[in-house]
């Protein structure tokens, strides 16, 4: 089936604006992961979903970022008041049953590379 | 706080031979480590998951192992290809924390 898909691919933004990037998982997959990763470095993680709920969101760097998951399924990472240094890619996975789970395998999505001017 | 290293910013080796990758942490435990690989452009793909009770786990031509006294995790491509020429991230249980990766090149 369809893996992970991310829109839009690239977004081109100007500081201060607010943009939302949308992550659609593999079907039937309960977690969700948000991760954001600048040029050599390794992914960070942002926050994780289980089923509808944020069920670790220590990763967020501070309250512009937010991140919903209404239905369980489609997830939204929402940035206010984008800062230069929010440029990265955002990735997004997504796994069958999440950590709770045990040792449950991250599906990745291709990215959203954001850049703000 | 938990630190993940690994090993070298960039791995270039002769097509044939084996790739050695190495990830320490510190000031953790984890029960399992994951091994992903990233093209450009790409988000990780999941290669391997050892756990702590685990020495040595093999697929194909990867190999891996974890030594949870030393707390390191080496990563071995045998008779490498230029088509394993990625970057290669090490990734810790619980939080998912990743390491900075090793840009392997492989030469033909």
């Known amino acids: 089936g369809a893996g992970v898909s991310q829109t839009p691919s690239n977004k081109v933004t100007e500081k201060g604006k607010y943009v939302e990037l949308r992550c659609d998982p593999i079907?039937?997959?309960?977690?969700l992961y948000w991760y954001r990763q600048s040029l050599g470095q390794g992914p960070e993680f942002l926050i994780y979903?289980?089923?509808?709920?944020?069920?670790?969101d220590s990763g967020l760097p501070n309250d512009r970022f937010f991140a919903v998951r209404p239905e369980g399924s489609v997830s939204t990472l929402k940035i206010q008041r984008t800062e230069r240094g929010d440029s990265a890619v955002y990735l997004c996975?997504?796994?069958?049953?999440?950590?709770?789970?045990?040792?449950?395998?991250?599906?990745f999505g291709p990215g959203t590379r954001l850049t703000v001017l | 706080s938990q630190k993940i290293e690994q090993n070298s910013e960039a791995l270039n080796i002769q097509e044939g031979k084996t790739a050695t990758l190495t990830c320490n942490y510190t000031?953790?435990?984890?029960?399992?480590l994951q091994w992903y690989r990233q093209d450009p452009g790409r988000g990780p793909v999941f290669l391997l998951l050892?756990?702590?009770?685990?020495k040595e786990k093999r697929k194909e031509r990867l190999k891996v192992t974890f030594d949870t006294t030393l707390k390191q995790s080496l990563f071995h491509i045998t008779a490498s290809q230029p088509a394993d020429s990625a970057t290669y991230l090490c990734?810790?249980?619980?939080?998912?924390?990743f390491g900075a990766g090793t840009r392997l090149t492989v030469k033909p």
């Open positions: 050892i756990r702590e009770n685990e």
């Open positions: 979903f289980q089923g509808t709920g944020a069920a670790d």
């Open positions: 996975a997504s796994s069958l049953t999440g950590l709770a789970g045990g040792s449950d395998t991250q599906y």
């Open positions: 079907s039937g997959h309960t977690a």
């Open positions: 000031n953790y435990s984890p029960a399992y």
């Open positions: 990734a810790l249980e619980g939080d998912m924390r």
